[in-house]
Structures are given as C-alpha cells and as structure tokens.
Nanobody
Framework: QVQLVESGGGLIQAGGSLSLSCQATGNFFTVNRMGWHLQTPGNQREHFATMLKNGETEYSVSAAGRFTITRDNEKNAIYLQGLDLRPEDTGVYFC??????????????WGQGIQVTVSS
C-alpha cells in the first residue's frame, strides 16, 4: 500500500505564494506519475499538475503560467509552487500518485487533500 503525506496550504492573501509538498511512503516498486488535482468550491475534482518520473510535466489551463511542479525521485516526493495567487485558486489540492507493484501493475492513490484559501 501507499500513503501520501501532504503539507502546506492554508490561508493565503491574494497575490501571495503557495508551496505544497507530498511524499509517498509504503510498499511499492516505483512511482511514475505524481501530481495534484484541485477541487474548487462547488466543482468536481480536476487535474491540476503532474510530473512523470522522467521530468515530463502536465499542467492544466488553470495551473499553467503561475504554478510550477517539481519532484524528488529519491524521496518519492512531489511539490507545487504557486505565485500571485488569486481567489479562484481556492480549493482543496489533492496529492496523487501512481505506484507500481511491477512493470505494468499499478494503483492510483490519493492524499487527503490540502485546503487552500485565497482571500482578497
């Protein structure tokens, strides 16, 4: 099994910055995809940003430009930094990872989510 430990977030004033972290622990062979999904108030959870183990990144339209995703493969950790936050960035950020038992057998895991509130 895999556990995702998330940290960061909280109350942020508009124009401020964001720094989230997530580390995968447990029993698995390797982790490829790691990233974040965002659930804004009243909406469904949607993909926000992802980084593969090889460094390839995927950003949503909302994330592109002001957010940067990074990771540490040695620690199986993923990070998200944001600048110039806006009230529309408010929501719950969920850490996600795809952990492999072997070459093609994997499971997707979700963190509990980090509340981020951006106030005007």
């Amino acid at each position: 099994q895999v556990q995702l430990v998330e940290s960061g977030g909280g109350l942020i004033q508009a124009g401020g910055s964001l720094s989230l972290s997530c580390q995968a622990t447990g029993n698995f062979f390797t982790v490829n995809r790691m990233g974040w999904h965002l659930q804004t108030p009243g909406n469904q959870r949607e993909h926000f940003a992802t980084m593969l183990k090889n460094g390839e990144t995927e950003y949503s339209v909302s994330a592109a430009g002001r957010f940067t995703i990074t990771r540490d493969n040695e620690k199986n950790a993923i990070y998200l930094q944001g600048l110039d936050l806006r009230p529309e960035d408010t929501g719950v950020y969920f850490c996600t990872t795809r952990a492999y038992e072997k070459d093609f057998d994997y499971l997707n895991y979700w963190g509990q989510g980090i509340q981020v509130t951006v106030s005007s």
